[in-house]
């Protein structure tokens, strides 16, 4: 056996093992200790990873997260299926109210909803099976709903940009973007401990006045009593996320495909294309010519959070950029890809706020530049969509699978032996 097939032999193997490591029966934990429960941009990404060698758990990995899917129709960002207090803020914290909830406690807010893009995929690598196609179909009301519930309790005003309200739930917690709009939130009064820097260095993690506010929002909702149009009203936070946007359009489009497979039609699936030529149109208010990228934009100031994050990249995977814009994108990613050997920085690393081992706001993450790869080469971006390929299957071998890498030295950071960093590499970078 050859060296290359060796290596690659052995980052499967032990990339199966972090996912059996990580498996609670039935749900996969993003890793022990710093992450107890299940996530949901996760659940979606590790699924992938589980359909490598065990599709049976891939799917049970997606029954479990929608298990949570509240009566409105989101699906949540935590799941906490069983307690722990190893992470804070927990299930208590966030108090929903069971009149609102589906069959798990969870927070009251979502994740990028990568959802269906991944049913799409796994779907289509077995297009015949009737079984699996019956999963599916039981599936497609609850994902209708998911992404219907986006555009109703997200965007009441038809304008075609849903809006967010919380760091968490952008998935990217720490973001620069969120700055100046975190800011003018008011800081929680009562006192708490938190647990995340009893993993992690605290270097790599969000600072206190940031914590602060998260909490002050989850304080928010319950006040609100979940309530969508008062939170919408109300929420001193509110962003039109370009991360948000184009994951949900990416999965909405893919949502609408698997329908047609399924042979399903009717007028939610009507509603989908509406929202999805609703948003194309729309998506060109947050073209910023100067930054030549899409930005994430304050609802609360009608301003743009003006530095460009991976988030804003994701107009590629999305499929929202027109030739002329992805031509500009691509010239601005040469230069991002530049400062790092490991992929696609999460924040411009010429960006004054660049921070190469802080969370979101500096280091590399494996499943955005898988999203942004799928980018590139929608777009016949070749060069750039191998050079993020390679770039990744380095940083893989050079360190394994931890949450997040350094975006300077690749160094591995946050937690190790990561659920949704093996599985994409089971996915995307060790399948034959
Ligand atoms: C952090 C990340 C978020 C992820 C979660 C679990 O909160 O910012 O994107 O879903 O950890 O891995």
Redesign the pocket.
Known sequence: MNDKIQIKNALKESAIAILQKNDRGGYTV??DG??PFQ????AAITALGWATFDRKRAWEEIDYLLKGQWKNGMVP??LFHQPSDSYFPNADVWNVSDAVRGEVRSTSIS??PVLASVVKRLLEQKPDDAQERQRVAAYLPKLLAYHLWWYRDRDPENTGLVVSYHP?E?????SPAWDEALAAVPPVTWAYQRRDTQHVDSSERPKQAEYDRYLYLVDFFIKQDFDARRIYDNCPFKVQDMGIISILHRASKDLLTVCELLGVQNEHTQQLVEEIARTEKAIQQLWSEPHQSFLTKNVMTDSFCEVQTTGTLLALFAGLANADQAQKMSALLDDWLAASDYGVASTYPKHPTYEPQR??RGPV?LHINWMIAEGLKDYQLTAQHQQVVNASKALIEKVGYW?YFNADTGEGC??DV???TAAISLYWLLDD
Do not use: K
Not at 39 to 42: A, G
């Open positions: 993003p890793t710093l992450y996530w949901n941009w996760d960002h935590i994740q990028p968490w952008s998935g990217m917690d720490n969370y979101w993450w949450e946050g937690g990561f659920s949704w």
